[in-house]
């Protein structure tokens, strides 16, 4: 009870903003937009965009969801058949029911296809189905109430292998028989029946007397007997994996060695709290939500149970070179750990069988995200042995490989003694093949560009990808010889192209451009091929207006480095500036393509109309410019990418003469942070801001993300002093909106009453808190995001554009 009046005591607090009387040219502009045009239902009003694109696995059908003219409740599936190219047609309950088998590439070693690559094995709704492509025959193997998963052929074909609860089974496809491959069980195992007093009474009955000797004799018969059975039955040995979770649970192809991981919780992992006002019963609720960063990893173990030998061992994932290195930033501060102290957390994915089981992969990274190590694995002896060890001071990350967790690009080529994986070896994240027998290493990219998504054909003598080659600011699909080599781009349309695997050489693209949503576009594969137009998603009423296409342009940031940014500059200038800040950090606004702040996108339109010199910023932390770019906030958050803001107002007042008083900075989640940094830390570059679900203080965000960049608060809190805004709070001079969701799971409404506080004891007065009572940290509703942008455009308005004090009719 406490906590929630403490939470409603806090969502009333708030300073008050100082409205400017109006200067007299404040309504000489017009724009044909408005916020709340902008802000309400997208479906309705741009016109909903098809996603989730996927074709059928014989090739001729592509599948999408897809609500054209908000004419449905939701999303509906659709499907389009490139051979007779009618128009896309709403797929009915009965052949949604009937669950078509849908394509996600041809994955040598992993059969779900059989040898001749005729039959699929697959799962719909927790069932098995085949699926005979020569036939075009779906078949359900199984209907119960257990989910089955992960199923595969095994490598005669007879049977499909697959999981279910945590247990393997195998079904044959021609007797129907199910049998059970494993029996592994949570907890320690039996406990002893009998003390020692037992056994003495036990033992003295037995001596003593014959009757009872026999009948000892007889049941150790029995048992012996039952034992034989169980062997000529080929039952799976038991064993107790204790009380974690069970995962990753696999069999190898000859059906020898089975694999599974546990995973135990981390035993400080406490989860916080936040409140749910307006409820269907009235009363609130309390939300649990994700614990706050620096808790203790759980215990991690990879098992191998050797089926053969009838043994289970666990797989030492510390004989691996660097697995008790101490980092580098510890290092720096004379940090000294003993060997156990110094023992990393580590974590595998895997093993990755090639198609016979001759051969197997890790992937294992440290839980502190510096390392990431391929090894062969000897699953006899349980022997690793490092074909590849990626390692960063700051963190293992980019496209292919991840930040957060995850095995990453992996796969084997069809020789079954290649792997292919991703690196940012160079800087860049390119990809690579490893000989498993001789370690031999081989770039098959190269070049200052990022690849992602790559995927081999049918007989693996080519590779399809996507590549920022042409721009850092595009994305186009190119094809390229299995051992690398010249690469052909397949796609010709300036913009941003996503093509899901496809089992022919058709390609379905989703092709999207900056000032248009995405369509679905169908070619043949080849360079010189027209793209035909399957979907028009913009409504008529959209495409009435002339939506800009924002220039890309870069300038030259303090440090020497050129910065991109979106530029939306107006025909008639009021002389003021709005900066927009993308959030997430590692993600890339500047491109070719749809934005995900596509609303932010018509606002900016909105803005220019009025005079405003508009810009967004692919700050430093940004993705899509390599290693370097990503990592440049290492445990510093607000300062290089801060940097980069307070150079792009250096910019805009160099290049356009815009007053730095003039220009009003705002942005959400990690833009809402860079705006609160922005205001406190370098008040002399912006006139005002908005700071949308803002991180505060980086000591209460979670941990996958927060602890990458900055380590954890215990073992790092100078990084957490210089990158969180609370620390920083008296520095504020200018006005300053901060809306917040209050039913935020991800940046919590704890963050944001913390600084309201902290504003109020420093008794700062030209701030303002909107609390939106049912709004999580995406907002979800139209009429709060019509609220919460008509506050953002009026406090432009008052404190940087024509109501504002610094308004003058001098104004370029």
């Not at 008296?730 to 006005?735: C, F, K, V």
Request: charged share 25%; glycine share 8%.
């Amino acid at each position: 009870m406490r906590f929630l009046a403490l939470l409603c005591t806090l969502a009333l607090l708030g300073g008050t903003i100082t409205h400017a009387q109006p200067a007299a040219d404040a309504n000489a502009r017009t724009s044909e937009l408005s916020v709340e045009q902008i802000m309400q239902d997208p479906e309705r009003w741009v016109g909903d965009w098809p996603e989730n694109l996927r074709w059928h696995d014989n090739g001729r059908i592509v599948y999408f969801d897809w609500n054209p003219g908000g004419e449905f409740p939701s999303d509906s599936l659709f499907s389009y058949n490139v051979e007779t190219g009618e128009r896309p047609a709403k797929v009915s309950p009965e052949a949604r029911r009937a669950a078509p088998p849908t394509f996600s590439g041809w994955h040598h070693g992993e059969h779900v296809y059989d040898l001749d690559q005729q039959r699929k094995v697959y799962t719909r709704d927790g069932d098995l189905y085949l699926y005979d492509r020569s036939a075009d025959r779906i078949t359900r193997l199984t209907d119960t109430p257990d989910t089955e998963s992960s199923p595969r052929f095994s490598p005669d074909g007879r049977r499909v292998v697959y999981r279910r609860a945590n247990e393997l089974f195998s079904l044959s496809l021609t007797t129907g028989l199910t049998r059970q491959l494993t029996d592994l069980r949570s907890g320690r195992g039996p406990a002893p029946d009998t003390t020692a007093q037992d056994a003495f009474l036990y033992e003295q009955q037995t001596a003593l007397f014959e009757t009872l000797r026999e009948e000892h004799e007889k049941q150790e018969k029995a048992k012996a007997a039952r034992e034989r059975e169980r062997a000529a039955d080929n039952d799976p040995p038991t064993y107790y994996y204790g009380d974690g979770s069970l995962r990753q649970l696999q069999i190898d192809p000859s059906e020898r060695f089975v694999s599974f991981t546990v995973q135990e919780e981390s035993p400080d992992a406490e989860e916080t709290l936040l409140a749910d006002y307006v409820t269907l019963s009235g009363f609130a609720e309390a939300i649990e939500a994700r614990p706050k960063v620096g808790i203790q990893p759980g215990a991690f173990a990879l098992y191998v149970q050797d089926v053969q030998r009838d043994t289970t061992y666990e797989v030492d994932l510390h004989q691996l070179p660097g697995a008790y290195d101490i980092p580098a930033y510890q290092q720096e501060q004379g940090v000294e750990m003993d060997s156990s102290e110094a023992k990393r957390s580590l974590y595998a994915y895997g093993p990755y069988w090639n198609s016979e089981g001759s051969n197997a992969v890790l992937v294992v990274r440290a839980d502190d995200n510096k390392d990431r190590w391929i090894a062969r694995l000897d699953a006899a002896t349980g022997d690793l042995t490092v074909l590849d060890r990626q390692q960063d001071d700051a963190w293992v990350g980019g496209p292919g490989i991840s930040a957060y967790g995850g095995p990453g690009t992996i796969g084997w080529m069809p020789d079954g003694e290649t792997v292919y994986f991703q690196s940012e070896a160079t800087g860049w994240s390119h990809l690579y093949t490893v000989d498993v027998s001789s370690g031999e290493i081989t770039q098959l990219t190269t070049g200052e560009f990022e690849v992602s998504d790559p995927r081999l054909s049918e007989d693996g003598s080519t590779w399809t990808f996507q590549s920022t080659e042409e721009s850092a600011h595009e994305l186009h699909v190119y094809e390229m010889d299995a051992d690398g080599g010249d690469r052909t781009r397949l796609t010709d349309r300036s913009g941003q192209h996503f093509t899901p695997p496809s089992p022919t050489g058709t390609l379905a693209t989703l092709y999207e451009y900056s000032n248009r949503p995405p369509d679905i576009y169908v070619q043949d594969r080849s360079e010189t091929a027209e793209a035909e137009r399957v979907t028009s998603s913009p409504t008529d009423e959209w495409l009435a207006y002339d939506w800009r296409d924002p220039k890309i342009i870069t300038f030259e940031a303090s440090d020497g480095v050129d910065v991109p940014a979106h530029l939306y500059r107006p025909d008639d200038s009021n002389g003021a500036a709005v900066m927009f800040v993308h959030g997430a950090g590692y993600t890339q606004n500047v491109i070719k393509g749809w934005p995900y702040y596509f609303r932010e996108m018509m606002f900016h339109n909105m803005l220019a109309d009025l005079g405003y010199t508009v810009i967004d910023i692919d700050y430093r932390g940004s993705a899509g410019y390599g290693r370097d770019w990503r990592t440049a906030i290492y445990r510093h958050m607000g300062g290089r990418d801060l940097g980069d803001y307070v150079d792009g107002s250096a910019y805009l007042q160099d290049e356009f003469g815009i007053n730095p008083e003039r220009t009003f900075i705002y942005g959400g989640s990690y833009g809402g942070f860079m705006t609160l940094m922005g205001l406190f830390t370098a008040p002399e570059s912006f006139g005002g801001g908005a700071a949308l679900r803002s991180v505060t203080d980086w000591a209460h965000y979670n941990d996958i993300y927060t602890s990458n960049i900055l380590n954890t608060p215990a073992t790092d809190s100078i990084a957490y002093a210089r990158s969180s805004p609370i620390y920083f709070a008296e520095g504020l001079e200018d006005p300053l909106l901060m809306p917040h969701g209050l039913v935020d799971a991800n940046v919590q409404p704890q963050d944001i009453f913390r600084l309201s506080q902290r504003l109020i004891e420093l008794g700062k007065e030209d701030w303002e808190l909107a609390m939106y009572p049912v709004e999580p940290h995406s907002f979800e509703k139209p009429s709060s995001w019509t609220d919460e942008y008509r506050r953002i455009f009026e406090l432009i308005q008052e404190s940087v554009g024509p109501m504002s004090e610094h308004a003058d009719s001098s104004a370029p």
